[in-house]
């Protein structure tokens, strides 16, 4: 099946800094990526939908200062947490869509960002 | 009112048992339908797609009504392993749906 990498898997980082987080389509090209957020014991959370070439769709309360989004080719899409608090602590995860037109996502490992 | 509903559970049930869980959606424009497994601080994983003629995949059988607007997950013969979140997601479009999750406990 398709493969998505996420990296890193986990960082640890000060108040104030900035975290990037890659997510990788390996062995298909993904024209549209999806950035999650889930807080522990409850369910994903959409917080934008990423297109290749093109400014991300940012859900709803998200906001796209704080969480840029870069998805600058058909393999790579960056998420960066700029001036991370505490209540930005989660587990990260990115999806990518197979541009042959499967239905189905295929989820990256996630990332867990704890902010001190 | 919610893309998807799920029941949250938990769900505790001793080995062998079987076990259902459904969910509904509210767009009737909904086009595909999946359920995923959660494990604890991991990723989602494709457990399989959801058609209307019903799938079956070993213990897993999976269902969709679209005249009820709901999909449904059943497992038999439980398993230890079994135990974990499982996430019914729609499709519509470019956009995903999850539901919240419905947390499986298999009992020895």
């Known amino acids: 099946g398709a493969v998505v990498s996420q990296h890193p898997s986990w960082v640890i980082c000060k108040s104030g800094t900035s975290v990037k987080i890659e997510c990788r389509s390996l062995d298909f090209q993904a024209t549209t990526m999806f950035w999650y957020r889930q807080f522990p014991k409850q369910s994903l959370m959409l917080m934008a939908t990423?297109?290749?070439?093109?400014?991300?769709?940012?859900e709803q309360g998200v906001e796209k200062d704080k969480f840029l989004i870069n998805h600058a080719s058909l393999t790579l899409s960056t998420l960066t947490v700029t001036s991370a608090h505490p209540e930005d602590s989660s587990f990260y995860i990115c999806?990518?869509?197979?541009?042959?037109?499967?239905?189905?996502?295929?989820f990256g490992p996630g990332t867990r960002l704890t902010v001190l | 009112r919610k893309e998807v509903e799920q029941d949250p559970g938990p769900f505790n049930v001793p080995e062998g048992a079987t076990v259902a869980f459904n969910c509904t959606y509210s767009?009737?424009?909904?086009?595909?339908f999946f359920w995923y497994r959660q494990d604890c601080r991991k990723e989602p994983k494709l457990l399989m797609s959801v058609y209307s003629s019903g799938n079956e995949d070993g213990r897993f059988t999976a269902q969709l009504n679209r005249a009820s607007q709901y999909i449904s997950l059943l497992i038999r013969d439980s398993k230890l392993s079994d135990s974990a979140t499982y996430l019914c997601?729609?499709?519509?479009?470019?956009?995903?749906?999850f539901g919240t999750g419905t947390s499986l406990t298999v009992i020895p």
């Open positions: 997601v729609v499709n519509r479009g470019n956009q995903f749906y």
């Open positions: 990423s297109n290749e070439g093109s400014k991300a769709t940012y």
């Open positions: 999806s990518a869509r197979d541009r042959v037109g499967v239905d189905e996502q295929f």
């Open positions: 767009n009737s424009a909904s086009q595909s």
